[in-house]
């Protein structure tokens, strides 16, 4: 299957999801469902049959609050079957709002309360001096400061096996990022810090790929520019899709746009 193709199934599986829990967080979904597919499908060393897979590197999704879109993205990888969906925040179901790394295979870390991926990231680092380590950040989550403790302490362990990638979609929960507290310079920031920092087309599969792979002697920062509800027009780059769940009219429009996006 083309590149394009397993993407938009990945946001059909998030679209559906959202609109049968009725739950939040569609726009941040969509927003890094490049990242993954580039993670899931290029990256990650996999190993193992249909349904009993081993991931031998290790990924964190810190901005647990995405989980929807990893869940999709696990089912289109071959992790469980993808009925397994269904089962996404409703009464008696297995797939929590936010993450529960025991709650289906593939899922590394545990999370929800943002900031503390990195640090999560670190310990696994230098634990799996073998295995890569990738913890997908928000741009808002780069508020919280235990990040930059942790920013800190990777570049002074110089730990060249673990690479942060921020999902810079310049939007959070309550406003824009900008205003809320400025991260306008985040490249300058994680190079001061000392990491070897590089911007990206997050949407870009083939860019995404190439900079993961690109050797590094220090942690990497992927500064990933990224659409809030990426895939959807009446979503994009629109704040009220963080929390807001589509209603009938508004799930059948995002379902024809999506079919039709190839
Ligand atoms: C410590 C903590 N504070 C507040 C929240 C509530 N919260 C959930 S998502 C969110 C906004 C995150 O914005 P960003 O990191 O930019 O991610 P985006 O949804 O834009 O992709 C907030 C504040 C939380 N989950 N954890």
Redesign the pocket.
């Known amino acids: 299957m083309e590149d394009v193709q397993i993407t938009k199934n990945i946001r059909k599986s998030i679209l559906d999801m959202m609109y049968t829990s009725r739950s939040s967080?569609i726009?941040?979904c969509f927003?890094?469902v490049e990242i993954l597919y580039t993670l899931y499908f290029r990256i990650l060393k996999i190993r193992g049959t249909q349904f009993d897979l081993v991931v031998d590197d290790k990924f964190i999704l810190s901005?647990?609050?995405?989980s929807v879109a990893l869940y999709a993205t696990l089912g289109e990888r071959g992790f469980f079957d993808k009925k397994k969906l269904e089962e996404y925040y409703v009464d008696g179901g297995s797939l929590p709002g936010?993450l529960d790394m025991k709650s289906a295979s593939g899922i590394e870390c545990s999370g929800?309360?943002?900031?503390h991926g990195l640090s999560i990231g670190i310990g696994m680092a230098i634990a799996n001096q073998k295995s890569n380590v990738y913890v997908l950040?928000?741009?808002?989550?780069?508020?919280?400061g235990s990040v930059w403790e942790a920013v800190m302490l990777a570049s002074h362990l110089q730990l060249a096996n673990l690479t942060a990638i921020i999902?810079y979609?310049k939007?959070?929960?309550?406003g824009e990022?900008n205003e809320v507290i400025n991260q306008k310079n985040l490249h300058e920031r994680w190079s001061a810090f000392g990491w070897n920092a590089i911007e990206v087309n997050g949407h870009n599969v083939d860019e995404l790929e190439k900079e993961l792979k690109r050797p590094s002697d220090k942690p990497k920062a992927i500064i990933a520019h990224?659409i809030?509800g990426k895939g959807v027009s009446f979503m994009e780059n629109k704040l009220e899709w963080?929390y807001k769940s589509p209603n009938k009219d508004e799930y059948l429009l995002a379902r024809s746009e999506l079919e039709g996006a190839l």
Not at 63 to 66: D, E, L, P
């Open positions: 967080h726009g941040s927003s890094i901005k647990a609050h995405g936010h929800g309360s943002l900031g950040l928000g741009d808002g989550e780069c508020n919280e999902d979609n939007l959070q929960g309550f990022t990224t809030k963080h």
